[in-house]
């Protein structure tokens, strides 16, 4: 399949690792993923769905899809409903949490499997709480990358620290407003973030950077990406049960440096999830699986094959 706007062949990983670009038409949409095989020879263990949050898309699993593979697993990364070459449905109710878990139970379907292992970040990793929370039948096991989980994510915004660091959530509300801003100098502010706010200055290239941009440029891409923000206000979210306990492992990676969550949101899990193994990374930021590439694959795949480790720990350099 030839590339074309917005398709990367490539990447960046020693030998060149290459990707298929496919498309999927699930819950009335159509979604574009990247998908990867483990090489020849390599024992085949089953499915892994990589869900990115704001403002990427499926290029920011690029250090994670080449370990998935070559540890045995069918990966697919897709690019989430709104972003880049994926569909952009316009209305804000296409953005609930319903039809998010919709898409997701259609890509595993589409991929041939009844259950998969999930990993989410950020907007994907809150995706991958609810998704464990109301289908378990469908996740073999869950991977979590700085999302909180959504009743930790409730309590601590009780806090004014927390408050603080979500403020960003209320300016997205404003429609015109923050598309205006967010879009100013041909979206200036993913530099910023991006080359700024990883401890690893090494974590985005410019070309990286220039990747996102153009992602997040596509017609109606940015307002999409707000429109999972902006669906918060609808009461089927806000109704949304947050405490049903989730029953498989469940392994949780949090950068401290995170400069939209508190540490805290770690804190007091054990009632909603039982098996669960918490890492935290004093020197890392949000963008953990960028910042900190090597330890966070590490950390996966040991997870995956079920090695031990303890409950809770520290992850240095």
């Known amino acids: 399949m030839a590339p074309h706007d917005g398709q990367i062949e490539l990447l960046p990983t020693d030998p060149p690792f290459s990707v298929r670009h496919r498309f999927a038409d699930v819950n009335g949409i159509r979604l574009h993923y990247v998908a990867a095989d483990p090489p020849q020879g390599i024992a085949k263990r089953g499915l892994c ?21 070559n540890a045995g697993f069918h990966v697919l990364a897709p690019d989430l ?3 880049n070459l ?3 449905p316009q209305s804000v109710s296409a953005y609930c949490i319903k039809a998010l878990l919709s898409d ?8 041939g499997a009844e259950r998969a292992t999930i990993i989410g970040h ?19 096991k869950l991977i979590v990358l700085n999302a909180p989980h959504p009743a930790a994510f409730r309590r601590e915004l009780q806090s004014w620290r927390q408050m603080l660091k979500s403020w960003y959530m209320l300016f997205f509300q404003a429609p015109g407003l923050a598309e205006w801003v967010l879009g100013a100098g041909d979206f200036e502010w993913i530099d910023r973030v991006f080359r700024q706010q990883p401890v690893n200055t090494g974590a985005f290239s410019p070309e990286d950077v220039r990747r996102y941009q153009k992602a997040l440029a596509k017609p109606g891409a940015l307002t999409a990406g707000l429109n999972y923000y902006r669906a918060f206000r609808y009461p089927s979210h806000r109704a949304a049960r947050v405490d049903a306990p989730i029953r498989m492992p469940v392994l949780l990676l949090w950068g401290e440096r995170d400069a ?9 899990l054990d009632a909603w999830v039982p098996d669960l193994r ?4 004093p020197d890392v930021s949000h963008w953990i699986q960028n910042d900190a590439p090597e330890r ?19 992850c240095g350099r």
């Open 104 to 111: 997701v139970l259609g890509l595993i379907s589409h991929a």
């Open 86 to 88: 994926s569909d952009k």
């Open 49 to 69: 769905l990589a869900l990115h949050g704001f403002p990427e898309f499926w290029y920011s699993w690029r250090n994670q899809i080449p370990a998935l593979a």
């Open 296 to 314: 966070v694959n590490r950390l996966i795949i040991e997870f995956l094959h079920d090695l031990p480790a303890p409950q809770l720990s520290y």
């Open 278 to 281: 918490v890492v935290r990374f």
């Open 122 to 140: 950020d907007w994907g990793g809150f995706i991958a709480w609810h998704l464990a929370m109301r289908h378990p039948q469908v996740v073999e």
């Open 260 to 268: 939209y969550a508190t540490p805290r949101l770690t804190e007091g």
């Open 81 to 83: 409903r709104g972003y």
